[in-house]
């Protein structure tokens, strides 16, 4: 079985939904995992960007894996972020969600300006965790100044536990560059948004990104859709989500992508300070375009 194999497919991040006084509140909580969970999906990540994962305490995202756990009834891989800025505090972050039930870990690079290690000290993170967790790895590769390049990304391979990467810098020419460098030798998960169809059409392995959060039904549909070549269909799709991905898109994310749920009648709370609610001329623009696309559609 190639690398990583069975994680593949449609694993959309969580959102994570606050209280109006940052407390997590788990009755929506548990309402958007069943959400996702009954849309067929193949993995599910909790404390991802989407899930504000930097802003997350460890016992936050204990509490979120525990809800997920409970609502498991398939057993579905869970994929827990972790976004520390040192090799210590990602381990710590790491072994509790270990302890907490996670299968997989989704692994930031540290992303502080002035901590942002050069190709041998990002070797060194992921080998550190994978030494002490000795859980599946994907690296997360979001962050612009410490970008991991697919030369990088084949010698992260060789680390016992790293299983693949998650595609977020550098549109879809950057996941593909990563699908050419490491073959067959690991997984290669498409997070440009707005163009999930043409990651799979070039070979991604899956996705794991925001829009399938909103719209796990259509997203787990075009995966299918490619899958049995039925390609016309599943741009169809795509072209019908990219609109809404061009608002939802920018500063305050969390935010926008819950303004977008609660447009969808998935109500899914505040975000963390300092982020605030996005303002209602966004909004109008949102609903506008939800109009004609729905998860149901």
């Not at 894996?65 to 710590?92: D, F, L, W, Y």
């Not at 962050?143 to 790293?162: A, G, T």
């Not at 995966?223 to 920018?250: C, F, M, S």
Request: overall charge neutral; aromatic content about 6%; charged content about 25%.
């Amino acid at each position: 079985m190639k690398k990583g194999e069975g994680f593949r497919g449609i694993t959309p991040p969580v959102l994570t939904t606050f209280t109006e006084d940052e407390k997590i509140d788990t009755g929506l909580y548990r309402r958007e995992v069943r959400y996702l969970l009954d849309a067929g999906i193949h993995c599910i990540s909790p404390g991802g960007s989407t899930g504000e994962n930097a802003a997350l305490s460890d016992d936050e995202l204990v509490q979120l894996i525990g809800v997920i756990r409970e609502e498991n009834k398939k057993g579905i891989p869970v994929v827990s972020g972790v976004a520390r800025c040192s090799t210590q505090a990602a381990i710590a972050t790491a072994l509790r969600a270990k302890a907490a039930g996670a299968d997989a870990l989704m692994v930031t690079p540290t992303f502080y300006n002035v901590l942002v290690p050069d190709d041998n000290g990002n070797e060194k993170f992921y080998r550190a965790i994978s030494e002490a967790v000795d859980l599946p790895i994907i690296i997360y590769n979001v962050i612009p100044q410490n970008e991991v390049s697919s030369e990088l990304f084949s010698r992260l391979l060789d680390i016992k536990n790293v299983i693949g990467v998650k595609q977020s810098v550098g549109g879809i020419m950057a996941m593909y560059d990563m699908k050419v460098m490491c073959g067959d030798r690991g997984m290669v998960f498409a997070a440009t948004d707005e163009m999930i169809y043409s990651c799979f059409a070039a070979g991604a392995d899956g996705a794991i990104s925001a829009i399938l959060s909103l719209f796990p039904r259509l997203c787990v549909k075009m995966w299918d859709l490619t899958g049995t070549g039925r390609h016309a269909e599943a741009l169809k799709i795509q072209n019908r989500l990219y609109p809404l991905w061009k608002i939802v898109r920018g500063p305050q994310f969390p935010a926008r992508m819950k303004a977008a749920a609660k447009l969808l009648g998935r109500d899914c709370g505040y975000s963390k300070s300092p982020m605030t609610e996005v303002g209602s001329e966004l909004v109008e623009r949102m609903a506008a375009i939800l109009k004609t696309v729905r998860d149901d559609d």
